[in-house]
């Protein structure tokens, strides 16, 4: 970190001085994300841009998900409950590694899970300056070939006056946030600094499932006459305690039960850190033509630490540790004593770098416009895990084996290198009221993993290392017409093609799975006035090879998931917008079909070892709500040049979701309705809100998993919470009870927060 601060310090030193050399210079100060999203505005895609200045008012130490959990076709959830720490979103009922997110057009996304992990980036938001959600397949200008959706987030806006504001929020659950942030505003009308420190803090309002969130974001941003440039960094030190398992399926509904964690270890933590750094060049040569580039590097190191004890509470067995243990094996490569149990306190590590280069450049007249560009983009990923402690005596005595080189050697060690690479060309001419588009993307991807995996199991070395890699080139075409009339109304078409590789998680557990191509169709439809707006799409996703959870989980909580032959989303969504001044309704709407034609569950039969077949037809997709509806009700209460009082009430419904894909009643998450109630009164020097979420007091949960199996009744423990009986028709598969163990997770209760901010 001092070094980061050393190089930070020199680079803003160096172009300080610079803009005092050349300080006639006329301002050229643009906003990059502007410059870049103004030719996208014509594009035939299906987005949202959110309310930035709105969503401020909510900003108290919540995470992004939690902050965009009203916009259109959006589903939240947060594990430990009320916004802060592990969160993530669903899009069209298309999870968090369908999404694709980028920071100034970075992407966020992990290069092996394909996961976004918003608990990395702690009090982002407060940093951004425009976010935008697009639905379906989305464009090329991203690098990546998003698949579900994508949200771009941009934090390239600075001011021009120097200010300084101080923020310090509480709230339920001993949740608080404070935060410092300043603006040099323009030196010598060349250079601009911006900074913001931030810290998080929460018990969260699962037992014990507290957060410890530190952030900071630096910018410099220098102007000439047709030249922007801007250094930017950020990032974050969060410790969570872990809540991804869940609470049992009884317990969600129970007013005093429902805070469960299965958890218990006093450090049970994910404890991880992230720093990102992003150079942004744009240059204009005329008023038709500029160019982009990007330089950004990412760093990542952390661990999680767990108690594993095994077999309901008896221990581990030493054999699933062998490579920390392999000084004990025999001249024939086996170990000895592998059977033994012990309780076992370990840490599993990720240190990793992600670098790239973006470039782009942009071409607009009248009536044509293009951009056409590439990425290239580098991951290397290390993998090992150590073991804490081990609590077993028959050992811990040094009797027999010497244990004090434990904690120094690693029970795996396996690296992921990716390189991922595309280019692509994007083009709309204008004829009359007509526009034609066109987004044309090859994209290239090399994957490796080598070396000890995780997964320790009973045997030989040799069964325990893995080197493999896996190549993929995907083309990726986008077609578009639309039609407008003086932007009063709009008629767009489009026709897009995605493909999506397997992750990490797909390649290790799952042998040979295939990528995911996706056929997305979306007619919309716009009709504003100054008064009224309302938008209604239509859109159908046809899926070939869909990866699809089927509801069990690894063992850092992440679903397994499984290809399906063929599979569709079909939705209308409807936008809309009412000024009744100083009331402004806000209303959204997505209504949907989300179908597998055919799919095989594979279900465990504990009796015989082996796994059962049972075949589905035409069921519909896991965590695929058929309506999703919001409402926004903003009203302006009071408001002069110096002050204003603003209301604003957001409701939430979602209808019931499958935890799996066979359609089951006993496998479902209830639906829910939300409400979160907020009130602001600001000032040029003040500002305080204050929110109510859950206004009403809903016990509900918006996610959960599942892990179904067949087995008598001298298998099953039931002691076991999370152990459901099917009861209904298909509770019995050829005379055998099916089981179910099942976790939800609890969003909570009635809570609060009281925020203040002062400005200078």
């Not at 998900?65 to 720490?85: Q, V």
């Not at 069964?463 to 896996?470: P, R, T």
């Not at 990490?504 to 799975?513: E, K, Q, T, W, Y």
Request: proline fraction near 2%.
């Amino acid at each position: 970190m001092k070094n980061l601060t050393t190089i930070i310090l020199l680079t803003f030193t160096c172009l300080l001085t610079y803009s005092q050399e050349n300080s006639n210079d006329t301002i050229y100060l643009q906003k990059i994300d502007l410059i870049n999203n103004k030719i996208q505005t014509t594009y035939p895609t299906t987005k949202q841009s959110v309310n930035i200045e709105k969503l401020k008012n909510k900003n108290l130490g919540q995470d992004i998900p939690s902050l965009l959990k009203f916009e259109p076709s959006l589903i939240f959830n947060s594990d430990a409950g009320n916004g802060i720490g592990y969160s993530s979103l669903r899009l069209r009922g298309s999870d968090q590694t369908r999404i694709n997110v980028t920071i100034n057009g970075v992407p966020l996304n992990d290069s092996e899970s394909q996961q976004v992990y918003y608990v990395d980036i702690p009090d982002l938001f407060s940093s951004a300056s425009s976010i935008q959600i697009q639905r379906g397949v989305g464009i090329s200008t991203v690098g990546n070939g998003s698949f579900g959706g994508q949200i771009d987030i941009s934090t390239m806006s600075q001011n021009k006056e120097a200010y300084g504001t101080i923020e310090h929020s509480l709230g339920s659950y001993k949740s608080s946030k404070q935060s410092v942030g300043f603006g040099s505003g323009l030196i010598k009308n060349k250079i601009i600094f911006d900074g913001r420190i931030s810290n998080i803090k929460s018990d969260g309002y699962i037992d014990r499932a507290t957060s410890d969130l530190k952030s900071y974001y630096l910018s410099s941003q220098f102007n000439s006459e047709k030249t922007l440039i801007q250094l930017i960094s950020f990032g974050g030190i969060e410790e969570t305690y872990q809540a991804w398992y869940g609470v049992p399926v009884t317990y969600a509904l129970n007013k005093d039960l429902r805070k469960y964690n299965y958890y218990t270890y006093e450090n049970q933590v994910d404890h991880y850190e992230q720093i990102h750094h992003q150079a942004h060049l744009h240059h204009s040569f005329n008023k038709k033509f500029n160019l982009s580039s990007t330089l950004h590097y990412t760093h990542g190191e952390g661990y999680y630490e767990s108690f594993d004890n095994g077999y309901y509470g008896f221990g581990t067995e030493i054999g699933n540790y062998i490579n920390a243990f392999s000084y004990l094996r025999d001249p024939d490569n086996y170990l000895i004593n592998s059977s033994d149990l012990a309780d076992i306190v370990n840490r599993k590590w990720l240190d990793n770098d992600y670098y790239g280069l973006i470039l782009k450049t942009n071409y607009q007249n009248k009536n044509f416009s293009n951009t056409s560009g590439f990425s290239v983009n580098k991951y290397d990923g290390n993998h090992f895990g150590k073991i804490v402690s081990i609590n077993d005596e028959n050992y811990t005595k040094g009797n027999e084996f010497e244990y004090s080189n434990i904690n120094t050697s690693d029970y795996y060690r396996n690296l992921g290198n990716k390189i991922s690479g595309n280019i692509y060309s994007r083009s709309t001419l204008n004829v009359g009221s007509f526009s034609l588009s066109a987004d044309l993307q090859v994209q290239k991807i090399n994957y490796k993993i080598k070396g000890t995996t995780d997964d320790q199991t009973t045997g030989t070395f040799n069964n325990l290392y893995i080197d493999d890699q896996w190549n993929y080139l995907f083309f990726n075409p986008k077609f578009g017409i639309t039609f407008s009339n003086n932007d009063t109304q709009k008629l767009f078409a489009s026709f897009s093609v995605g493909n999506s590789a397997p992750n990490r998680f797909d390649l290790i557990n799952n042998p040979n799975p295939k990528s995911e191509q996706l056929y997305n169709t979306e007619i919309q439809y716009l009709y504003r006035t100054n008064k009224f707006l309302i938008s209604t799409g239509l859109y159908y996703m046809d899926y070939r090879d869909q990866l699809v959870p089927t509801g069990e989980l690894n063992d850092v909580g992440a679903g397994i998931r499984t290809n399906v032959d063929k599979s569709y989303r079909l939705g209308i969504e409807v936008i809309s917008k009412i000024n009744l001044d100083p009331i402004i309704w806000n209303f959204n709407l997505n209504i949907s079909d989300n179908k597998i034609n055919s799919f095989n569950e594979y279900i465990d039969n504990w009796q015989t070892g082996g796994q059962e077949i049972i075949n589905h037809e035409s069921t519909t997709i896991a965590f695929s709500p058929s309506l999703i509806a919001s409402s926004s009700i903003d009203w302006q209460i009071f408001k002069t040049k110096k002050r204003s009082w603003n209301l604003n009430f957001d409701s939430k419904y979602v209808s019931r979701q499958f935890l799996d894909n066979t359609n089951n009643v006993d496998r479902e998450i209830p639906g829910y309705t939300a409400h979160d109630l907020t009130f602001s009164v600001s000032s040029k020097k003040l500002k305080i809100n204050f929110q109510i979420k859950n206004l009403f007091n809903s016990l509900y949960s918006s996610f959960g998993w599942i892990y179904p199996f067949i087995s008598p009744e001298d298998y099953v423990d039931f002691s076991d919470p999370y152990l459901v009986i099917e009861n209904d028709e298909d509770g019995v598969y050829n005379n055998t009870q099916v089981y179910n163990q099942t976790g939800l997770y609890p969003q909570a209760t009635r809570n609060y927060m009281l925020g203040v901010q002062l400005n200078f």
